[in-house]
């Protein structure tokens, strides 16, 4: 099973629970409901979702409680359930200390050949960052379209990876084992900014133009939680879709992706210090917006998906 996790408030309180489309399950009522079955006297009362994640303190008996919720132990929680729409979904890891994504990472198109392993020997990853205490938005709430520049706004529709223990130099055939667990992130982006329109053209303009773009408040819709890495067997299969306005955009597989998420790992590590928490979110497939100059605009509803996470809603608005 799944073993899904979110974080939450309800009642003027963050908490951690266990996530369904229909409800959800604090994590301190599912452990008094099962303290004989997770051994989980002194579970641990946080609102860092870390903490019941693979490398966390209370994972096992997390897992443990989620296994028992599910089977045995529904009628114990049942009246523990919240139901999704009572409570206010917030943003995983609301202060990541790194928030890195990449461009680029997708083929066009699945070819015999070798062409995907010639592509990773002869180029790198393209990784950039978000500043995360302003860019990332809880699920359901709106990204806003920046008035500065308001007309070409797009969405891409990525699968993120939360880093669960301190990495360095990693191997890629190593590099699973220091994930916690994975989230969905539509990294929201202004394709057409341009910061001083009478300004005089420098040669690397274009780059900052886009970098840039990247940025505006909001930016980075993030969840609706984060699916344990231990329940997902292999990160390269997981089907993917968004839909604007319930018209499919993306329609995709993590198996196009020209560097995998172990490979994404070993690249950053081998020069930059990952800690947990950090968010690795590895590019989006064919189908954005920008390929058609079809651009979101105040009143669109976006909602991604990824096989085993779950659905990430996004209204637009204007800023």
Known sequence: MAVRLCRFRHSGKVQIGIYDESFVIPMSALAAAGQEIAGSTGFPKTDCLLTYLPHGSAHAA???????????????????KLATEEVELLVPIPRPNKLFLLAGNYAKHIEEG??????RAETFPYVFMKPPSTTLT?????????????????????????????????SE????????GFTIVNDISNRKFKPNPQRIERPKDGFFDWLHGKWHDSFCACGPCVTS??????PQSLDMKLAVNDQIKQDASTAQQIFPVAAVIEFVSSFVTLEPGDILSTGTPAGVGNATGDYLKAGDFIRASIDLIGTLETPVDAE
Do not use: C, F, T
């Not at 070798?114 to 592509?119: I, P, Q, S």
């Not at 709106?142 to 308001?150: G, L, Q, V």
């Not at 055939?173 to 916690?180: I, Q």
């Open 62 to 80: 997390a897992a443990k409680l989620a296994d028992w919720a599910a089977g045995e132990g529904a009628s114990a929680v049942s009246q523990a």
């Open 229 to 234: 890495a231990d329940a997902i067997a292999d």
């Open 173 to 180: 055939s190593d590099a699973l084992d220091y994930v916690a």
């Open 114 to 119: 070798g062409e995907m392993a010639r592509e």
């Open 138 to 170: 809880d699920p359901a709430k709106a990204i806003r379209i920046p008035s500065i520049s308001p007309n070409h706004i797009d969405w891409e529709l990525e699968l993120a990876i939360v880093i669960g223990r301190e990495a360095k130099g990693v």
